[in-house]
């Protein structure tokens, strides 16, 4: 069987619209995803619209997290889009045999919104973010496809979603596309939080059992944060992906790239094992590395007040003692202004920030995109107000 010059091998996908074959190129000796529209819709311009769309949306889009478009043809009444093929699975497939912890789902997290954050700069917006459009290669290299109703943002007007149209997976879409309104980037910083949500609890936010009652749970449900459905994910990552499910989308995240950054701390606060991170290829014991170690050591006991402070990842956090009966105030400024601030494990801010905690000890790290963790245990006296004055080192560029 062929399209074209292009060799039928085996269906990989059907849907709406047509069927997907892996396919062979002979003049590049090259095998693709042949998505071939159903020979019932040729006659519907709508369908021919909507399925070449596809095509016109990816050929302005050139990253390696998007599947490339080689070739559109029409060959005896069939019409047909030649696309990368992908060797792999969705994360559907991926999610129903494997368990993510905290630190991978955000970093695919913060893979997909920096790719949806490119799409969107370019004046694409997905509408259709799901598992099952999300492909990871043998490699684990991520892969986001299905464009088919893309939205593109056209200054001229000439394409635009007829008012009241609805488009997209029911239990995935946004408030303002289950009410058919004028939809931005952030309708897809919706679906991706759901998809956190789910990767995270097991579970969707918003479910019914009919289209309906899930229109509904959309539109008027809270889901309870991930973190009460699943203790182990820490609450920093809980409220970050509660923050993607704001009804309104002047509520959520306004980029992806901003979602990207809160993420991205995340990940790297997570896979951080040590004290004081170093530079790629240095050592531990390094010159550099205890020249910076004292030197925050002496910028900490400048600042005054900080009781004591403990720059050696010997100490067991386990073992940190607070008396819960007594407060005191830490006061923790950063250089630069705007790092998350973690106390015990547990996000409670960026800075500048001000915190009543209990007297005693308490682990802290702060985190910002594009610097070294840094972290240290300070002891907190009664009624006394603690300043904490951070310089951040920035990571080496390679």
């Not at 409670?348 to 995109?369: F, M, S």
Request: hydrophobic share 35%; with cysteine.
């Amino acid at each position: 069987m062929t399209f074209g010059r292009y060799q039928i091998l085996n269906e990989i996908g059907k849907g709406a619209m047509g069927r997907v074959y892996k396919a062979r190129d002979p003049n590049l000796d090259l095998v693709v995803a042949l998505k071939v529209l159903h020979p019932e819709r040729i006659d519907s311009d709508a369908f021919v619209t909507r399925f070449l769309r596809e095509a016109k949306v990816l050929g302005r889009l050139d990253r390696a997290n998007i599947i490339r478009i080689y070739n559109i043809d029409e060959d005896s009444g069939n019409i047909y889009i030649a696309m990368e093929y992908v060797e792999g699975e969705s994360l559907r497939d991926v999610m129903r045999k494997k368990k993510f912890s905290p630190a991978e789902i955000a970093e695919i997290g913060r893979t997909i919104a920096n790719v949806l954050d490119y799409a969107h700069r370019k004046g694409v917006i997905h509408r259709d973010i799901k598992p099952s459009n999300i492909l990871i290669r043998l490699d684990n290299f991520l892969k986001i496809t299905d464009f088919g109703i893309a939205h593109i943002q056209d200054p001229e007007g000439h394409e635009k979603t007829q008012a009241g149209e609805i488009l997209g997976t029911p239990g995935y879409m946004s408030p303002e596309q289950v009410n058919g309104r004028t939809i931005d980037g952030r309708t897809d910083l919706f679906s991706l939080g759901i998809i956190l949500y789910e990767l995270c609890t097991g579970i969707r936010p918003f479910k019914g059992d009919t289209i309906p009652a899930t229109f509904q749970a959309i539109l008027n449900e809270q889901p309870p944060p991930v973190s009460k459905i699943n203790s182990s994910v820490p609450d920093g990552l809980s409220k970050t992906i509660m923050k993607c499910l704001n009804k309104k989308p002047e509520d959520r995240y306004q980029s992806g790239k901003e979602l990207a950054i809160d993420l991205d701390s995340f990940r790297k606060y997570r896979q951080s094992e040590t004290v004081l991170m170093t530079p790629p290829g240095s050592k531990p014991s390094s010159g550099k590395t205890i020249m910076y170690a004292v030197s925050i050591f002496l910028a900490l006991a400048i600042s005054g007040g900080l009781t004591y402070v403990l720059l050696t990842p010997h100490d067991d956090p386990g073992k940190t003692s607070v008396n819960k009966s007594v407060m005191s105030f830490l006061k923790v400024n950063s250089t630069p202004a705007g790092a998350q601030v973690f106390i015990d494990s547990k996000y409670e801010g960026n800075t500048p920030l001000k915190l009543e905690l209990p007297v005693g000890k308490h682990e802290i790290r702060l985190t910002a995109p594009s610097y070294y963790d840094w972290e240290a245990q300070v002891k907190l006296k009664e009624q006394k107000e603690t300043p904490l004055n951070v310089r951040l080192t920035r990571l080496e560029s390679r």
